[in-house]
């Protein structure tokens, strides 16, 4: 495979998750966590790297292969916060220590909580959930990305 074919699959791979994962949402209904939300921008940086179709360099190939592996590397992350291995960002988990606060204190900490907690699995796929999926993807298109810097 040659490298403009390379970088245009691992572009596609990228567009793909970040239109599914928008899909998921509004079409679907699945309302994102603060995790989902940080594996989405990664894979805008990844698409970044397409600038290497017009623009000479290894750092654009580069460039897609870290976008690619940070959003594969959060997936882990989120991963491990939803089966329960260790514990997610506080933006993420509910139970938070509301004794002791005002009544306004109290209402400012309810309009802040998330809509959707990340340690909770809303859609699973083969036992692998959907920030696990993104995983194997994201990392498959960093690899794709790799394999066209080696290319000419």
């Known amino acids: 495979m040659t490298r403009r074919n390379l970088m245009l ?4 791979g ?3 998750l970040l239109l599914g994962a ?4 509004h079409l679907g209904g699945l309302a994102p966590c603060p995790l989902c939300i940080w594996q989405r921008w990664p894979h805008l940086v990844a698409l970044a790297g397409l600038a290497g179709l017009m623009l000479p360099g290894a750092i ?22 939803e089966q329960g291995w260790w514990s997610g960002p506080s933006a993420c988990a509910a139970g938070q220590d509301l004794s002791g606060l ?18 909770e699995i809303p859609w699973e796929m083969l036992g692998l959930s959907m920030a696990s999926w993104n995983a194997v993807a994201s990392f498959a ?11 000419r």
């Open 22 to 25: 928008l899909a998921f949402e």
């Open 14 to 16: 990228s567009a793909g």
């Open 141 to 151: 298109l960093a690899g794709l990305w790799l394999a066209s810097m080696w290319r």
């Open 9 to 12: 699959l691992a572009g596609l």
């Open 60 to 81: 654009w190939p580069l460039l897609g292969a870290l976008g690619a592996g940070t959003s594969g590397g959060i997936a882990v992350y989120h991963s491990g916060v």
């Open 102 to 119: 005002t009544a306004e204190e109290l209402l400012d900490a309810i309009l802040a909580a998330p809509v959707v907690r990340c340690d």
